[in-house]
């Protein structure tokens, strides 16, 4: 049989792993993996930390059925992805803390001015306020020309920072909409 990269890693992985007593603990390491992934499906990602953009494969176990919520069980690096073959680094890692984490935040909050507290807010509530803020801030700062008198039609004072796992879509669609509402400062970490 010809070796693939996946089964080279695995074997990598395993091979050559003795316990103090001198046992042989590759067979009992590869069985616990295998049972860990034995039923789970597979989705490939990319892991959402840093720009160098690793793959990664997430197990979820779940038969897809309609009354079972999937859980994702296992993440590892993808063997088969060109950036980091198989590898991740201590964050990437820890990804499975990530997605299965109570304290993960799923909705909006807001904090008001002069508070010291976070509250929840609904997404279209969110949405409505962004939208107000956004075209208050532009109507009270619009720069229409430069201290030379030359035109110039920006606002500096809205920024847009984009994050890490934002795919060229949508950073198509950020710089279409900020440079529309005449916004300079732009930066993100895009690189799906
Ligand atoms: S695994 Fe580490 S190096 Fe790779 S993308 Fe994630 S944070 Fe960056």
């Known amino acids: 049989m010809t070796p693939t990269r996946r089964t080279f890693l695995k074997a990598g992985a395993t091979g050559g792993l003795v316990s103090a007593l001198g046992f042989d603990l590759s067979p009992a390491y590869a ?12 989705t490939r990602s990319t892991c959402p ?12 176990i779940g038969d897809r059925a ?22 991740l680094c201590p964050k990437g890692s820890s990804l499975m803390q990530d997605i299965l984490n109570e304290r993960r935040l799923l909705k909006p909050q807001v904090r ?12 279209d509530r969110a949405f409505d306020e ?11 700062t619009f720069v229409t020309t430069d201290t030379q008198g030359r035109t110039v039609n ?14 060229n879509e949508f950073n198509y669609l950020v710089v279409k909409t900020m440079r529309s509402l005449g916004v300079c400062y732009l930066e993100n970490q895009a690189r799906v």
């Open 154 to 167: 920006r606002v500096e004072s809205i920024a847009f920072n984009g994050g890490c796992t934002d795919t």
């Open 31 to 42: 069985q616990s993996r295998e049972l860990k992934i034995s039923r789970t499906t597979e």
């Open 130 to 140: 962004i939208g107000r803020h956004i075209k208050k801030t532009r109507d009270d």
């Open 112 to 123: 008001r001015p002069g508070s010291n507290h976070w509250e929840d807010i609904t997404w």
């Open 66 to 87: 309609k009354n079972v919520t999937p859980a994702v069980v296992h993440v590892e690096g993808d063997p088969d992805h060109p950036i980091n073959r198989g590898t």
């Open 49 to 60: 930390y840093c720009a160098v953009s690793c793959g990664i494969i997430i197990h979820t």
